[in-house]
């Protein structure tokens, strides 16, 4: 009756032990279950602040794109001026105005063409943005984006080369002629015109950036 006794002690505190044992390892197992869950919504907490700061600085992007293109387009339709130059001693009077060149009205339409297009890829990334959503929903609506952008650019690019040519004849004159500088009498016109072409040519460089930041975008999708 002793052994009897002792014996089922012992299987009981075996049994005991391999319930201890069992109880350890689900716990060691919960726990391992529980810091892959936080480790996993840790990452993906993290690609969702960065997303959200890349959509930010599209939305920051789209801004800057809207108010250079903008003063590019004001500066250039605000660019006249009538003067008096001399010609061999003789005064001539001079009127200067922007419509009055094609390389002009050529960077006055894609300045507008730019504006807008900034302007409505800027509210469509505001709306996204209040209801918590991607500024770039798809991979076939990024390819739009970055597709728009790069025409946009070099478009950009060419009229600001082609109305650069043209400012660059209105200050130096045309050699072995007696065509004189015009911006000493027409300095408002040559002003208005210079800036109105650096802006286009700062636009064209934020037209880049935002390409690049869709092809970063079409590399994470």
């Keep these: ?21 069992v ?24 690609v969702t602040v960065l997303v959200r700061k890349a959509d930010v600085a599209q939305a920051i992007l789209r801004v800057l794109s809207v108010a250079t293109s903008v003063i590019a387009l004001l500066f250039m339709v605000t660019a006249k001026e009538a003067s008096t130059v001399f010609v061999y001693g003789f005064p001539l009077p001079v ?17 507008a063409a730019v504006a807008a297009h900034s302007l409505l890829q800027l509210i469509l990334s505001a709306l996204r943005l209040l209801r918590k959503s991607s ?10 984006i970055f597709a728009c952008d790069q025409v946009f650019a070099y478009a950009m690019i060419s009229a ?3 109305a650069s040519g043209v ?6 004159g045309i050699k072995h002629t007696a065509l004189p500088d015009f911006c000493k009498p027409l300095r408002f ?5 210079a800036i109105s ?22 590399a994470n999708n």
């Excluded at 016109?189 to 015109?193: A, P």
């Design 1 to 21: 009756m002793v052994t009897g006794r002792k014996t089922s002690s012992l299987e009981t505190e075996m049994a005991d032990a391999k319930v201890v044992v």
């Design 23 to 46: 109880m350890e390892e689900n716990g060691a197992h919960t726990q391992r279950a529980v810091e892959a869950v936080g480790a996993a919504d840790h990452s993906h907490r993290k």
């Design 95 to 111: 009127f200067s105005k922007w419509s009055f060149s094609d390389s002009f009205v050529y960077l006055v339409g894609v300045s």
């Design 135 to 144: 500024v770039v929903p798809t991979r076939n609506h990024a390819w739009l």
């Design 160 to 162: 600001g080369s082609a």
């Design 167 to 172: 400012s660059n004849l209105n200050r130096t």
């Design 189 to 193: 016109f040559c002003d208005h015109v």
């Design 197 to 218: 072409i650096a802006f286009a040519f700062f636009t064209c460089f934020l037209l880049a950036i935002s390409a690049i930041q869709d092809v970063i975008c079409l």
